[in-house]
């Protein structure tokens, strides 16, 4: 039986662990929301989100910032009038780690 990404908790990181490969995060890419793209050659995810207005661009910076406290793997937040970016790295491997897809995942389905 295949688990969810979403379904998944993630795992407290201090460092030591190695960041994903380029190949192994473009193989995790499929099991994402279309939107999210690999950024800083594969070191990071990026989803952009675009609105009419300015509230929902808060509210989606805030439901990332509940799912990163939630799960105590914060992502970076960028959001103004009529966008909303939301990144998730891991910087204590210098990259990509499963936590970030386990964020993504879920943050996909928080917006379902």
Same mark, same amino acid.
């Given at each position: ?15 030591g662990i190695a ?31 675009? +609105? ?5 661009? @808060?509210?989606?910076?805030?439901? $990332? %910032?509940?799912?990163?406290? !939630? ?7 960028? +959001? ?5 970016? @939301?990144?998730?790295?891991?910087? $204590? %491997?210098?990259?990509?780690? !499963? ?7 879920? +943050? ?5």
């Amino acid at each position: 039986m295949k688990t969810d990404l979403s379904d998944k908790k993630c795992e407290p990181c201090e460092g030591g662990i190695a960041a994903m490969g380029l190949e192994a995060a473009s193989d995790m890419m499929g099991q994402l929301h279309k939107d999210w793209v690999l950024a800083d050659s594969g070191a990071a995810l990026v989803r952009r989100l675009e +609105f009419k207005g300015f509230a929902k661009a @808060v509210y989606h910076a805030n439901l $990332a %910032a509940f799912l990163g406290d !939630q799960e105590g793997h914060h992502p970076d937040i960028r +959001f103004g009038w009529g966008y909303c970016e @939301v990144e998730f790295t891991t910087h $204590a %491997a210098g990259g990509l780690t !499963q936590n970030d897809f386990i964020c993504a995942a879920k +943050f996909d389905k928080m917006l379902a």
